[in-house]
């Protein structure tokens, strides 16, 4: 698991369009602003709660994943094979 795929999450979590992604620090900003702490942080609890999220199966992959999906789209963003 990547931090890219966590990015990938707050984007999609804070409305966070590609162009404005492109600005180094506007994602890192954002988040911290919303729920004050830094990214390095928010990866490490992310990390820690995918384990408690229901597994979902992978479409593609047809293995079983806990994972944070798109709010938008049917994509997991952010996710951990099950054991």
Request: proline share 2%; hydrophobic share 40%; charged share 30%.
């Amino acid at each position: 698991m990547e931090i890219f795929d966590f990015e990938e999450l707050i984007a999609d979590m804070l409305d966070i369009s590609d162009e404005q992604r492109e600005d180094d620090g506007f994602l890192e900003q954002e988040f911290h602003e919303k729920f004050d702490i830094d990214l390095e942080q928010g990866f490490y609890l992310a990390r820690k709660l995918l384990e408690h999220t229901p597994t979902i199966a992978g479409a593609l992959s047809g293995g079983s994943y806990h994972a944070f999906v798109s709010k938008t789209q049917p994509v997991m963003l952010m996710k951990l094979k099950a054991k």
